[in-house]
């Protein structure tokens, strides 16, 4: 099947007289005959549901499809995409050792890795999104055990070289782990460039609504975590009587110890309705990518044709500095985000956002309705203006993330919005 038609078709297959549409399964339990079915359960030796916290039939749904999306051999579903990323690490890598970390991510990864995993005793090293190979490569060190980027930065729309990131991580045995967020499997699946791991705030694209946080980890099932490197998936886990992840699920053993060791123990799951509303709104993704793109080029040009504009950034762009490697790695686009700079600085910024009228302002991205934010009167208020652009956020930047509207409305309501500037 064709990724569109996966959108609509994987993941669930009723049988005879069974609901044609994913059914919402709201139930923490599940019944069984005896004691030693149920046993064989909790020893991993049967496979099956029995408690919601670890698997869910809803759930378990949309994780094929997910899965099947991206070209994975198995995906979880988290509460958020903040517990997405705490578990793609913290399942691999452990108090005393080091991960390689892009600087261009998104602001609650940041706080987590740099200041949560810091204090539980877990190292990073931050790059800054356009190192080089020599830079990467100087930033592994002998404890090393994950290198993590987004595949396009939430919010400063850089776009990273998976291949390079694959190429250098894999020199040291270690794996990457892509959050692949902003364009979505629709316009670029990691996997197919190298990366090992990938992981998605569904709260985004992938639900479109903005109706229900979420968050996925899938695993490619290409890494060899036979390295050495890896006892917690090669050597015996005492907790589920000695069983060896790599041996007994193979290449799933990454998503298969996700789940039944840290979704059990942190038991950030996922609601079986909100998985509904996600695996419903994945049914229009491949449509909605090709919209949510095609208006942000759009939107994209007509900013930068504008005189009232200081600057544009948008992959899309021919004036932008990652257009080359976004139509290598993404031909079809990258996604609905723009960010920009009007002329007159912070108060003509925030003037304009007042307005707009079918721009929201919002602290949401990348759902069906056109939004915009002020990251320097909202987001980052508390910083500085030295400190807005050392961290890459110029005080008259507009964050706008273009909706699925008629493209036509949504020029329209920027151009009134300009001309009271
Ligand atoms: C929003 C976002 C997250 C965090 O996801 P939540 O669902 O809000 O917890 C992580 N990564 C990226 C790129 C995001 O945009």
Known sequence: MRIDTKCIQSGYDPKNGEPRVLPIVQSTTYSYDT??????????????????????????????????????????????????????????????????????????????????????????????????????????????????????????????????????????????????????????????????????STSKYLDGHAVSLGGIIVDSGNFDWNNGKYPMLTEPDETYHGVVYTDHFGKAAYIAKARVHLMRDFGAQAAPMNAFLLNLGIETLALRMERHCSNAQKVAEFLEASEKIEWVNYPGLKSNKYYDLAKRMMPNGTCGVISFGVKGGKETAEKLMGELKLARIVTHVADARTCVLHPASTTHRQLTEQQLIDCGVAPNMIRLSVGIENSDDIIEDIKQALESC
Not at 79 to 101: P, R, Y
Not at 134 to 161: G, M, Q
Request: glycine share 8%; aromatic share 10%; net charge negative.
């Open 35 to 200: 004691s030693e079915e149920m046993g064989k359960l909790f020893d991993l030796e049967a496979e099956g549901f029995f408690y919601t916290r670890l698997a869910n039939p809803t759930l378990d749904a949309v994780e094929k499809k997910i899965a099947d999306l991206e070209g994975g051999v198995g995906a979880m579903l988290t509460s958020s995409g903040q517990a997405a990323s705490l578990i793609s690490v913290t399942n691999i890598v452990k108090a005393g050792q080091h991960v390689v970390c892009s600087s261009a991510i998104y602001g609650g990864t940041f706080n987590l890795f740099n200041k949560t995993l810091r204090d539980l005793g877990i190292d990073f090293t931050f790059l800054k999104s356009n190192a080089t190979k020599e830079e990467i490569t100087a930033a592994f060190k002998e404890n090393t055990r994950a290198c993590f980027v987004e595949s396009v930065t939430n919010p400063s729309l850089d776009v990273s070289d998976i291949q390079l990131y694959a190429e250098i991580a894999h020199s040291f045995g270690v794996p990457l782990i892509v959050d692949n967020t902003f364009p979505t499997p629709i316009n670029f699946r990691p996997f197919e460039w190298g990366a090992d791991i990938v992981t998605h």
